[in-house]
């Protein structure tokens, strides 16, 4: 919410709770004059027509992890390089390994205030973190690029160097 805030330094923010029905409901009744919800979501329940603006990552840095599948299996299933490579898919790897890698060191979850958008641009991957310090309560926003090898390191180390700039270890 910190980053709509910021877009948006006048507004009042709120939780809305329940279902997207529930919450547009909430909208159409005039409890909100505006919701911020998931566009895949409201996609997928075939009312795109409601969506009044999208936000750029540019603007609103997505949850780590976010729009990215992940399948699980017995180990033996797993090991089956054939299987895998009809499932694995290399970009969204290794970008879920940079943006998990990040808030790890955070030590960041579902509730935690930051954000991780890594991006594949050929071999190199960038990765744009927020970090929000609760104690100071002051975030920013860091950018940081590696081959995509070093997915994982590239996490921890945007995470430790912004973690260093509010003093912290």
Known sequence: MIQIQKLY???VFQGIRGNIQTRLSKLNKEEYDAAVLAAAGVKRLNMEAVIGRYFSVDEVIPAAGQGILAVQGRKEFLKDTVWRQYVDDKKSRVQALAERSFIRVLDGGCTSPSAAYAKVKGNELELTGLYYNEKSGQY??????SYIEDASSLGERLALTMKKQFGER
């Open 140 to 145: 920013f926003v860091k950018k940081a690029a």
């Open 9 to 11: 330094p006048n507004a």
